[in-house]
């Protein structure tokens, strides 16, 4: 009888022992994950807030974590730059452009990289990758000599091509993840069933893809908008420019150069829709990257 009950009294101990390390681990990990979060969006809060200081605030020698007064100017002055508009008009052209076209390419590439069996298959996986470690800056030159070449220097097009050198690589290894995961069965029964390898395709892969197509898609619109150096490189009027390449001018102007509120106001502007995006498709993105990270 002592024998048989050693042996509970020891397993509901070790239980008790795990319980309690459990109640004071649980808060532990929260408090590290709420200092995280502070400090991640401690940034974001103090370019909220110089946006809206006054101009006596923004000069105080001592900082002020609160605005003593609500002033609307920073906005305004970004808002009467003639060229904010139009390179934020730019910006979202070319960035739903490259975002369109790569997904588009690259969803058909990670299709027949995961589906089909052809020669240099392996390499074409493996080039994938190693496009993606070239550094951006070695390829500017280029790109600048090619499209010069053939007349799309200064073009938003041109912009386009130059960006899907890094989407389209990203998009069919990013894709063919949530492709492999995708069982073959279900295309041979819908081949059974009298469809074509298209309508497999159309009914069967691409609705089971739509979470990777929005993951992917999220982060190649973010890669676009983010980009200065290809931008700034590869479109030279001034009425081409996108929003980066704007900032960057704005903030350094001898006009601006020490506005802190204005380029504040710049940078929330042109970070918003980036920022609002994200908030949109968060829940979709982190299902995307859990289902894309399952097999492949």
Same mark, same amino acid.
């Given at each position: ?5 050693? /042996? ?13 390390? =459990? %109640?004071?681990?649980? $808060?532990?990990? #929260?408090?590290? *994950? ?8 401690? /940034? ?5 807030? +110089?946006?809206v =200081?006054?101009? =006596? ?5 001592? /900082? ?8 609307? *100017? ?8 003639? #060229?904010?508009? +139009? ?33 240099? %298959?392996?390499?074409? &996986? ?10 951006l &800056?070695?390829?500017?030159i $280029?790109?600048?000599? !090619? ?8 073009? *938003?097009?041109?912009? &386009? ?6 989407? !389209? ?13 995708? $069982? ?19 009914r069967?892969?691409?609705p ?5 197509? !929005? ?6 619109? &973010? ?8 931008? #700034? ?5 001034? #009425? ?8 960057t001018?704005?903030?350094?102007? $001898? +006009? ?16 918003? /829709?980036?920022?609002?995006l994200?908030? !949109? ?8 990257? +859990? *289902?894309?990270?399952? =097999?492949?």
């Amino acid at each position: 009888m002592a024998t048989d009950t050693a /042996p509970t009294v020891l397993r509901r101990s070790r239980e008790d022992d795990a319980v309690g390390r =459990k %109640r004071w681990a649980t $808060p532990l990990w #929260n408090t590290v *994950a709420l200092l995280f979060a502070l400090v991640m969006f401690f /940034p974001i809060y103090w370019m909220v807030l +110089t946006t809206v =200081k006054t101009g =006596k605030d923004l000069l105080s020698v001592d /900082p002020t974590f609160w605005p003593t007064g609500i002033s609307t *100017a920073s906005f305004q002055t970004v808002f009467d730059d003639p #060229n904010f508009l +139009t390179d934020m008009r730019n910006v979202a052209v070319i960035t739903v452009g490259a975002v369109i076209l790569g997904l588009a390419v690259g969803f058909l590439g990670a299709v027949s990289v995961a589906r089909f069996r052809f020669t240099g %298959r392996n390499f074409f &996986i493996a080039s994938m990758l190693v496009v993606q470690m070239v550094p951006l &800056i070695s390829l500017v030159i $280029p790109m600048f000599f !090619i499209l010069k070449n053939i007349g799309l220097y200064d073009q *938003a097009f041109g912009v &386009i091509l130059a960006y899907l050198v890094f989407t !389209i690589p990203y998009v069919v290894w990013t894709l063919r993840s949530f492709i492999v995961n995708i $069982p073959k069965e279900l295309d041979e029964a819908a081949l059974v069933d009298g469809c074509t390898r298209w309508g497999a395709f159309m009914r069967i892969i691409l609705p089971l893809t739509v979470p990777g197509l !929005i993951t992917t898609g999220v982060f190649c619109w &973010i890669q676009a908008w983010n980009e200065f150096v290809i931008a #700034n490189i590869l479109l030279s009027s001034n #009425n081409q420019q996108t929003a980066m390449v704007w900032l960057t001018g704005f903030s350094s102007s $001898p +006009t601006h150069g020490a506005d802190y509120g204005s380029q504040m106001a710049g940078a929330l502007m042109v970070s918003l /829709p980036v920022i609002v995006l994200f908030v !949109i498709f968060q829940r979709r993105v982190t299902s995307g990257l +859990t *289902a894309g990270a399952v =097999k492949g």
